[in-house]
């Protein structure tokens, strides 16, 4: 079954550095989306992405965060200044289209010292 | 998007259904209902959608009343592994794309 590809799985970095997260969606999806989880909270939308733009973004995706197709293959989540509330599970996922259900990845760990 | 209320907790034993409950008063007429899960810390995994009809796959089947203001979600025979925090989410397919998750309903099957 494809799947949703995400490097690395864990990430740990200091405060003020910044973090590029990769994602490798499933070949033939269009939508591409990037959440967040704190430890214990609820999965939170960041941003949305289609056509090489983004469509749709939450208040969390401030001038810190941007988000790039480098490729044909690889989605990225850039931090520019890692604060110590990003310390965060972040999903990256795709989808064919906007009624099928979104397949998500296995997470990265980002942990800011 | 149209807000839901499930419960926070339910169990049920292995090998019987899992009837997982939502409600979803607000629903507008162009708002599917989508059922994700999280096992663990893992992302979270697709289960079902519906609009007005019941829906059937390999996973589960989906129970929407004829008001659409609620759903079940049936695992007609859960497993150790369908342990998992299940999520009920309504959204208009031709937005952006976002999921709203809530606190969802964590299912325990226990042996």
């Known amino acids: 079954e494809p799947e949703v590809t995400q490097t690395p799985s864990h990430q740990v970095t200091q405060m003020g550095q910044e973090v590029i997260l990769r994602c490798v969606p499933i070949s033939n999806h269009l939508y591409f989306y990037w959440y967040r989880q704190i430890l214990g909270q609820k999965v939170e939308f960041l941003v949305s992405?289609?056509?090489?733009?983004?469509?749709?973004k939450s208040e969390i995706f401030d001038d810190q965060f941007s988000v790039e197709r480098p490729d044909g293959s690889n989605f990225t989540l850039k931090i520019r200044s890692t604060k110590l509330e990003d310390s965060a599970m972040y999903f990256c996922a795709s989808s064919e289209d906007r009624i099928y259900g979104y397949t998500f990845g296995s997470g990265t760990r980002l942990t800011v010292v | 998007d149209a807000k839901t209320t499930q419960p926070p907790s339910m169990d049920c034993a292995e090998g019987r259904a899992a009837n997982l409950p939502c409600n979803h008063s607000t629903i507008s007429g162009n708002e599917y209902v989508y059922w994700y899960r999280q096992i663990h810390s893992q992302g979270p995994q697709y289960i079902i959608h519906?609009?007005?009809n019941n829906e059937t796959n390999e996973m589960a089947s989906l129970i929407i009343t004829e008001d659409r203001k609620s759903s079940t979600l049936i695992l007609p025979h859960a497993t150790l592994r369908d342990t998992a925090v299940y999520y009920c989410i309504v959204r208009v397919h031709n937005q952006g794309g976002k999921l709203i998750f809530g606190q969802g309903t964590e299912l325990s099957v226990k042996p």
């Open positions: 519906g609009l007005k």
């Open positions: 992405f289609y056509n090489n733009e983004i469509s749709e």
